[in-house]
């Protein structure tokens, strides 16, 4: 992790490769059913994206959202309800026993509120989190990260599979666990 910023320069830099793909998915899009192929294979790549990035801000950058930021909570809550709609969307944009102009639909809904989040969060949450932890503590985080990426970018956290971070949101919210200061525990 070279960025001064740690762990949002790592987000940052999903973010910006996730929105060079939705450009690339915008123009496929465009052309409707004539692209059909290129606009799979796109969708496919961008749920690889999706999977780890996703993943990492629950396992990663909410917790300290919750922790640090004023009304995190509320915020973290709705940040994890958006990346349910996008993964229900995404499955839907790609669900084959769908008709083509459905899947069609939900790929330009998949765009636009995957847009939205992430422009959220680069734009508001982002410098809200900068101003409230300390770079020490996003450092450390970003460091935490690289580590549990064994395989460089886009292989799932830990080894484990993709979603594993909701999992253990899940857990810690109802166990009253707190994983967020172990580095030993997902």
Wanted: hydrophobic share 40%.
């Amino acid at each position: 992790m070279n960025s001064p910023d740690g762990l949002l320069g790592e987000l940052c830099t999903e973010h910006r490769a996730m929105e060079a793909l939705l450009r690339r998915l915008d123009l496929v899009h465009a052309r409707g059913e004539h692209a059909v192929a290129e606009g799979r294979r796109l969708l496919v790549e961008l749920r690889g994206l999706l999977d780890e990035h996703l993943a990492v801000e629950e396992a990663y950058f909410y917790p300290l959202v919750r922790r640090h930021v004023p009304a995190g909570g509320a915020l973290t809550d709705a940040a994890v309800h958006t990346h349910v709609t996008v993964r229900r969307l995404l499955a839907r944009a790609m669900d084959e026993r769908l008709p083509a102009a459905d899947r069609t639909h939900c790929t330009g809904s998949l765009l636009v509120v995957l847009r939205a989040h992430l422009g959220g969060e680069s734009e508001r949450l982002f410098p809200l989190v900068r101003a409230a932890v300390p770079a020490a503590e996003l450092r450390r985080h970003g460091e935490r990260l690289a580590a549990a990426r064994p395989g460089g970018p886009c292989s799932p956290v830990w080894g484990l599979p993709p979603g594993t971070g909701a999992i253990a949101a899940v857990r810690d919210r109802l166990t009253g666990h707190d994983s967020a200061d172990r580095s030993h525990s997902p």
